[in-house]
């Protein structure tokens, strides 16, 4: 996990550009959760009340290219996430603000209250597409070197896919609704590809928190875009995670993590 500054951490040109934008910044707290920042905060301004915001300095690449993702994907995912309010570019860092979603991070484990929000959520994703500019990578390319001959074809879509539906990019308000409602947050590894995608990753997060492999698939399979999912190219899509996470930390270590993706087979 990449180490966060706090507010009073930030280079006080940086914390004077923001108030700038957003106002007298009244209370701030450090989020430790994600990989993708340097600084994430969730803040009270003065003028726009509660607000979200992440940021990286400019010599970050890796990180500072996952934010601009972000900035060119925000207005096509706001159905589904918080609207991105400025975007701020002054003493060598560049910071995004967010409206703040007034939730916590979902349950995804035994007895948790929350699969029905996020089946929702996942539902509401499968019509979303990428902004036209946005040059978001298909999901075959991130697996290139992992598919058989033919299978990148199969995992060939026009949805634009999340790719990370861990519960920390998962929230859940609920506090004045009678249903809860999902919102997914961090869309920093997008990709475009079938809208079955984030199902199956999601499947496998129930998994890793302790859901019953039964649970979780009977969970998987009330998704109508896992009901009508090609069972080839789901073959395709596990063989190539399989093998790409057997290539970065080796056979022994993955093979937890490859037994649940394979258990989307059965």
């Known amino acids: 996990m990449t180490e966060r500054l706090g507010w009073d951490g930030l280079p006080p040109g940086l914390r004077a550009g923001i108030e700038e934008r957003v ?4 209370n701030a707290a450090t ?11 969730t803040v009270t301004t003065e003028r726009h009340g509660a607000l979200f915001l992440k940021g ?6 890796d990180e500072a290219a996952a934010l601009h993702r972000e900035t060119l994907l925000n ?12 975007d701020i570019r002054t003493d060598g860092w560049r910071v995004l603000a967010f409206d703040r979603i ?4 979902a349950d995804l484990g035994p007895g948790g209250r929350d699969l029905d929000a996020v089946r929702d959520v996942l539902d509401r994703m499968r019509g979303l597409r990428p902004p036209t500019g946005a040059d978001v990578p298909p999901l075959a390319e991130r697996y290139a070197g992992f598919l ?11 949805t634009l896919l999340h790719t990370d539906t861990n519960p920390h990019n998962i929230l859940v308000a609920d506090a004045r609704t009678r249903t809860a409602r999902a919102y997914v947050v961090d869309w920093a590894m997008p ?8 199902a199956a990753y999601t499947a496998v997060r129930l998994m890793e928190c302790d859901q019953p492999p039964g649970t979780a698939l009977a969970w998987l399979a009330t998704l109508p875009a896992w009901r009508t999912a090609d069972p080839t190219a789901v073959r395709a899509f596990v063989t190539a995670v399989c093998r790409h996470w057997t290539a970065v930390i080796g056979e ?3 093979e937890s993590a490859n037994r649940r993706y394979r258990l989307l087979l059965v």
Not at 79 to 84: K, T
Not at 148 to 158: F, Q
Request: a negative charge; aromatic letters at 6%; proline letters at 7%.
């Open 23 to 26: 106002g007298a910044v009244r």
């Open 31 to 41: 989020v430790a959760d994600g990989l993708n920042c340097r600084f994430a905060a």
């Open 56 to 61: 990286v300095p400019d010599d970050a690449t």
């Open 75 to 86: 207005h096509a995912v706001t159905s589904v996430g918080p609207e991105l309010r400025y």
């Open 102 to 105: 007034d939730g916590r991070h």
């Open 148 to 158: 058989d001959p033919g299978d990148a074809e199969l995992l060939a879509g026009e």
């Open 191 to 198: 990709a475009t590809g079938p809208d079955w995608v984030d």
């Open 252 to 254: 022994r270590d993955a």
